[in-house]
């Protein structure tokens, strides 16, 4: 199968040639107008005759909608993924306005940056440091291209640097910080709806007939496959290598082998001759993995060894590796009985973030029409949890998160529900119901001065951000065609 696979891959390859160098044609026909229409129509939108590329939006919205569906035991209805897809596309515009303006600044972002935030990503680290081969074959399995990777990480960056930029920018007053300092220099009393899906999950039962179905079901879910444990060697080499130097590449890995036949531990002979940075210092150990997670040829050779069991010098693209199998988990099919538990927890985690997310839903859209908390939760029969005074440092025992709440809580008036607070595992919504004044605190102001003036900065950056936005858009040309079929399909 796989070889009829590899021979119709060559025929879509050069489809796809085909259909490129025939649009390349198609559009160096057009004149320049018509070129910019065709790129636009072609665009999920266009920023300043820059486009956002359909591959992208869909990319995007195809991991979204994944995580949605996995999330929602009913189907998402039409208008929540209309709306999910008019959030996207507003997102990834804002992202290219700012990236936009960073470059209009005379910034750049330099390839080291590049490098070491992605170096720095846990995903792609082994025993800690960086590791090319884990990279690699990451990106290979989940067939994502390195190039756009990258690109996609350049952009991540400038979009953040951006944002620092207009945070560091931002100057803060000593009466502004005192004024802030004042505000948040009361004692409040609140009342707070909560809708944690951790709670409802406690009162959950499900019946035993429904958890034999879903395992009926879903038995290939909890099939486990083979796993291998093993420690390399590597001694890199260029994939554009002479043959000079395959050749003098791989005597030195049969050199080593030879060594560690004759008694040189493995685990030090990794330490002293592998050229993998991230597993060099550990003796070469890679942890399980299993099939489809490491390059084909390492992979082959990895799975078809016993455990003890020394490889023959194995060429990847990486280079020549000499492979130690230390441990194997062999495939099972596990019975009902072994996988009970985690069906049952499963079930009432999607059936209590099901109740919680409508119950939530619910709230939301009673507390428009009344905006008051006290009357939406008598309708929509939501317990309201009344807390004593409490200060900007304080707690509200009951509920986990609550100096995210009460951070919130102490920018609003009184009265006057909040928009959704996400903390955690769930969702709150606060009103403060009383306000009392305490006198200044110089001491206190003194102490809390940097860690206020950081939160006032962030404050002030994100409203200043907000508004270049809204200028951007005025003022620049933004054609959004995900707003465009929308509207066309309503």
């Given at each position: 199968?796989?070889?009829?696979?590899?021979?119709?891959?060559?025929?879509?390859?050069?489809?796809?040639?085909?259909?490129?160098?025939?649009?390349?044609?198609?559009?160096?026909?057009?004149?320049?107008?018509?070129?910019?229409?065709?790129?636009?129509?072609?665009?999920?939108?266009?920023?300043?005759?820059?486009?956002?590329?359909?591959?992208?939006?869909?990319?995007?919205?195809?991991?979204?909608?994944?995580?949605?569906?996995?999330?929602?035991?009913?189907?998402?209805?039409?208008?929540?993924l209309?709306?999910?897809?008019?959030?996207?596309?507003?997102?990834?515009?804002?992202?290219?306005?700012?990236?936009?303006?960073?470059?209009?600044?005379?910034?750049?972002?330099?390839?080291?940056?590049?490098?070491?935030?992605?170096?720095?990503?846990?995903?792609?680290?082994?025993?800690?440091?960086?590791?090319?081969e884990?990279?690699?074959?990451?990106?290979?399995?989940?067939?994502i291209?390195?190039?756009?990777?990258?690109?996609?990480?350049?952009?991540?960056?400038?979009?953040?640097?951006?944002?620092?930029?207009?945070?560091?920018a931002?100057?803060?007053?000593?009466?502004?910080?005192?004024?802030?300092?004042?505000?948040?220099?009361?004692?409040?009393?609140?009342?707070?709806?909560?809708?944690?899906?951790?709670?409802?999950?406690?009162?959950?039962?499900?019946?035993?007939?429904?958890?034999?179905?879903?395992?009926?079901?879903?038995?290939?879910?909890?099939?486990?496959?083979?796993?291998?444990?093993?420690?390399?060697?590597?001694?890199?080499?260029?994939?554009?290598?002479?043959e000079?130097?395959?050749?003098?590449?791989?005597?030195?890995?049969?050199?080593?082998?030879?060594?560690?036949?004759?008694?040189?531990?493995?685990?030090?002979?990794?330490?002293?001759?592998?050229?993998?940075?991230?597993?060099?210092?550990?003796?070469?150990?890679?942890?399980?993995?299993?099939?489809?997670?490491?390059?084909?040829?390492?992979?082959?050779?990895?799975?078809?060894?016993?455990?003890?069991?020394?490889?023959q010098?194995?060429?990847?693209?990486?280079?020549?590796?000499?492979?130690?199998?230390?441990?194997?988990?062999?495939?099972?099919?596990?019975?009902?009985?072994?996988?009970?538990?985690?069906?049952?927890?499963?079930?009432?985690?999607?059936?209590?973030?099901?109740?919680?997310?409508?119950?939530?839903?619910?709230?939301?859209?009673?507390?428009?029409?009344?905006?008051?908390?006290?009357?939406?939760?008598?309708a929509?029969?939501?317990?309201?949890?009344?807390?004593?005074?409490?200060?900007?440092?304080?707690?509200?025992?009951?509920?986990?998160?609550?100096?995210?709440?009460?951070?919130?809580?102490?920018?609003?008036?009184?009265?006057?529900?909040?928009s959704?607070i996400?903390?955690?595992?769930?969702?709150?919504?606060?009103?403060?119901?009383?306000?009392?004044?305490?006198?200044?605190?110089e001491?206190?102001f003194?102490?809390?001065?940097?860690?206020?003036?950081?939160?006032?900065?962030?404050?002030?950056?994100?409203?200043t951000?907000?508004?270049?936005?809204?200028?951007?858009?005025?003022?620049?040309?933004?054609?959004?065609?995900?707003?465009?079929?929308?509207?066309?399909?309503?």
């Amino acid at each position: 199968m796989m070889k009829t696979m590899r021979k119709n891959m060559k025929v879509i390859l050069w489809i796809v040639v085909v259909a490129f160098v025939g649009t390349i044609f198609f559009v160096w026909g057009m004149d320049l107008g018509r070129q910019k229409d065709f790129v636009a129509q072609q665009s999920a939108a266009m920023v300043n005759d820059k486009p956002i590329s359909n591959e992208e939006f869909e990319r995007l919205w195809s991991q979204q909608s994944q995580a949605l569906y996995a999330q929602s035991k009913e189907e998402p209805s039409r208008a929540q993924l209309q709306k999910m897809r008019k959030a996207l596309i507003s997102e990834l515009i804002d992202r290219e306005l700012l990236r936009q303006q960073y470059s209009k600044l005379g910034f750049s972002i330099f390839p080291q940056e590049i490098a070491s935030r992605i170096a720095s990503m846990s995903a792609f680290q082994q025993n800690g440091k960086f590791s090319q081969e884990k990279y690699m074959t990451l990106l290979n399995y989940n067939h994502i291209n390195p190039e756009e990777f990258e690109a996609s990480e350049k952009s991540s960056l400038e979009v953040l640097k951006m944002e620092m930029f207009v945070k560091n920018a931002v100057l803060i007053s000593d009466d502004e910080l005192r004024q802030y300092f004042r505000s948040r220099s009361r004692e409040l009393k609140l009342k707070v709806a909560a809708f944690n899906w951790k709670d409802k999950a406690k009162s959950i039962t499900v019946p035993e007939a429904e958890l034999t179905a879903y395992f009926n079901a879903h038995r290939s879910e909890f099939e486990q496959t083979a796993e291998v444990k093993a420690a390399h060697i590597l001694i890199r080499l260029d994939e554009k290598a002479t043959e000079e130097q395959k050749l003098t590449a791989r005597l030195k890995t049969e050199n080593i082998r030879n060594e560690i036949s004759k008694g040189l531990d493995f685990a030090a002979a990794a330490v002293k001759y592998s050229e993998d940075p991230g597993s060099a210092k550990t003796g070469g150990d890679l942890g399980f993995f299993k099939a489809g997670m490491m390059v084909p040829a390492f992979e082959k050779a990895a799975f078809a060894l016993k455990v003890g069991e020394l490889s023959q010098p194995v060429q990847s693209q990486f280079g020549f590796h000499l492979i130690k199998v230390t441990d194997r988990k062999e495939a099972k099919n596990p019975a009902f009985a072994e996988v009970r538990g985690k069906i049952l927890e499963q079930l009432k985690e999607t059936k209590a973030k099901d109740e919680t997310q409508k119950a939530a839903a619910a709230f939301v859209a009673s507390l428009v029409d009344t905006k008051d908390l006290a009357k939406t939760a008598q309708a929509t029969n939501t317990a309201l949890i009344s807390t004593g005074w409490l200060k900007t440092d304080g707690k509200i025992n009951t509920l986990e998160k609550s100096d995210v709440i009460l951070d919130r809580a102490f920018n609003l008036p009184v009265k006057k529900p909040s928009s959704t607070i996400s903390a955690g595992d769930a969702v709150f919504f606060a009103e403060v119901q009383e306000e009392k004044w305490n006198p200044m605190d110089e001491n206190g102001f003194s102490r809390q001065r940097q860690s206020l003036l950081e939160k006032l900065k962030t404050v002030k950056a994100e409203e200043t951000v907000a508004q270049w936005l809204k200028e951007f858009k005025t003022t620049g040309k933004v054609i959004n065609n995900i707003e465009k079929e929308k509207n066309e399909n309503e």
